[in-house]
């Protein structure tokens, strides 16, 4: 599963693994950013630039 994030802020940001896992680094608006998950689980990230923003990937497994 592959998530990808862009900056459409007028600030920069990051998408930062709580766990140190994967780093966008700074991201100016209009930069993307894509991160692929091979495993099931949760995956919290935040911006290394305003800590308290933030969110979750979950990613399970398929039915398959």
Known sequence: TTVHWTNEDAVVHTVTARDGSFNSGV????????????????YDYFCA???LQGGTVVVTESGG
């Open 27 to 42: 991201m100016n608006t209009g930069v993307e950013f894509s991160q692929t998950f091979d495993e099931p689980g949760t």
């Open 49 to 51: 630039i305003h800590p």
